[in-house]
Every structure is written in C-alpha cells, then in structure tokens.
C-alpha cells in the first residue's frame, strides 16, 4: 500500500496555462487594509507593474455563484495594482484546489545575493539602470550599489551565505578583511542564525589586525581596543539577557502552543468545518493551517 502511495503521480495543484482575466471580475478572499498602499512593499510592486508589467501571474479558483468571476487565492496586492494602474486584464493561474496556504507558507524569499545576481543579469541583458530602479521602486544610486555589492568577498563566503537574510550593509563590513576571516565570520553568521550589521561590526572590531585589509586596519588603530572590547560586551550583555528571557518563557509558551495547536489538528481534521471556513473565513483557514503545521519541522527533526 505505501509503495503504491510512493509511485502514484505528483497532481499539480493548477493548470499548467495561464489566462487573461479582466480585473474587474477578479473578487479578494481576505479584506486588503486602505494603509497596505503606504508601505514599501506595495510601493514596490506596483513601480514594478508600471515599469515591466505583471511578472507572477495571480492564483485564482471560480468563484461560487459568480459566472464569469473568480476569487483571488495569491496576488491581491499585484491585484490592486493593476487597479490602481488602470490595467484592465491580469494573467492568472486556474487552481485547482481551494487553498490558499501553499502559495503564501511555501515560499522561498530571495537573499540578497539572488537579488545581487538578479540584479547584474538583467543589466547585462539590456536593462538600463534607470529601468531598473523604476522597476525595483529604489534610487539609481541604490541600484549602482548592488552591482558593486560582492566585490572583495571571497567565493566561499558568498556560497555560505548566498541563501541567508544577509542585510547589503553587511557586505560593506566583510570587505573590510581579508578572504579567511570572512569565511570564519559568515560561518559564525549561519551558526548563531545573527546576520545583523551590528554583529558583523562586533566581529569586525575582534578581528585580529593582520586578518584586516590595508584600509581597515587605519580604521581600527584610531579605535582604541578598550572600546572595542566594551562594544563586544555590550553586543554579549544584550544577547545573554535576549536569551535568559526566551529561556524563562519557553516552557509555558510552549506547552499552551502544544494544546492549542492539538485542538486546531482536531479542528481541520472535522470536513465540515474546513469547508465552512474554506467558503466563509478562507482567512482563518490560511492562519489555522499555519499553526497546525508549525512543529512539523521539530517533529522531523526528532524522527531522525
């Protein structure tokens, strides 16, 4: 039985042709607050909309009762958009399936060295610069800074840390030493899951003067080491009591998140109640379906 489970065919959970759909017809799942147009985030995509148009085609189901119409499973930001630009039709991906969780919880976010390399291909494919920083929704001068944001990084250190939330900044401070601290630095990086630009100046100021580059090393003369010792203490202090904290409300915290999280299993085990929050509170569902699977990893973990 389980090997017939093995071999049976993966089923795509859309179909594999996109469609135009006019953006009127599109209906939102989840209630899209008037403040989301003031961030960053939406400012972003819609300068990108404008500059090269729609890149993620929208998920979208058949909405119920409506001909014609459907609901809006991922987008509704690229959704408002649209609007906003007064784009009249959007591509749009047919799911299959009315779910909403995978294309919102799985989802791999591009570090900065993606973006980094993203960034130099486009630009070596004809994109000027100003296209870019239209299309990105930052400065040109900030698009400038990316081209030039891995030199002097080793190549070990860019393959331990082309996958991680490496802030640009960071960058800025392991140029400043030499090829084998930086290795040493981005491996402590991944091991304490720190990559704050504060940490990289703490470890930047603890490098040992022959590890630095030429132009460092004048920057940390004129730093006396009593004051760099103090900052690496304050840097410890602050971590110490971050982590007697987290120490102190672990165990209750997560005790009530094992009952909470049990009931809500027992909850989307119940078919008649995930199909009245699938039709009236896709939501609560989509946040349901989060805390219910938010041990998984743990619980791989402990099998293995």
């Known amino acids: 039985m389980e090997k017939e489970k093995r071999n049976k065919p993966i089923a795509l959970g859309f179909e594999t042709t996109w469609i135009d759909i006019p953006v009127s017809n599109l209906r939102p799942t989840k209630n899209v607050p008037v403040s989301i147009k003031d961030t960053a985030k939406y400012r972003q995509i819609r300068s990108s909309v404008k500059a090269i148009g729609l890149v993620e085609p929208l998920v979208v189901i058949p909405s119920v009762g409506q001909a014609g119409c459907f609901s809006i499973l991922d987008g509704h930001l690229r959704a408002e958009a649209l609007r906003e630009l007064g784009i009249e039709r959007a591509p749009c991906l047919i799911s299959t399936d009315d779910e909403a969780y995978t294309y919102n919880k799985c989802v791999s976010r591009l570090a900065s060295i993606q973006e980094h390399k993203m960034v130099v291909l486009a630009f070596e494919r004809g994109a000027s610069v100003e296209l870019l920083s239209e299309a990105l929704g930052i400065s040109v001068q900030a698009i400038r800074q990316r081209f030039k944001m891995l030199d002097g990084i080793c190549d070990e250190a860019i393959s331990v840390l082309a996958d991680k939330p490496v802030p640009h900044g960071a960058f800025k401070i392991l140029r400043q030493m030499q090829a084998f601290r930086q290795i040493d630095v981005a491996n402590a990086m991944v091991n304490l899951s720190n990559f704050s630009i504060r940490f990289a100046e703490a470890m930047l100021e603890s490098t040992p003067v022959e590890l630095l580059n030429v132009g ?84 791989a973990k402990s099998v293995a």
């Open 216 to 299: 460092a090393r004048k920057k940390v003369e004129a730093t006396s080491s009593t004051e760099a010792v103090q900052r690496l203490e304050r840097e410890l202090a602050v971590l110490h009591d971050d982590t007697k904290l987290l120490e102190e409300t672990y165990g209750p915290d997560n005790l009530r998140l094992v009952v909470i999280r049990r009931y809500i299993e027992g909850l989307l085990n119940n078919a008649k109640v995930v199909r009245w929050l699938a039709q009236y509170r896709r939501d609560y569902l989509q946040q349901l379906q989060i805390l219910a699977d938010s041990d998984r990893p743990s619980r």
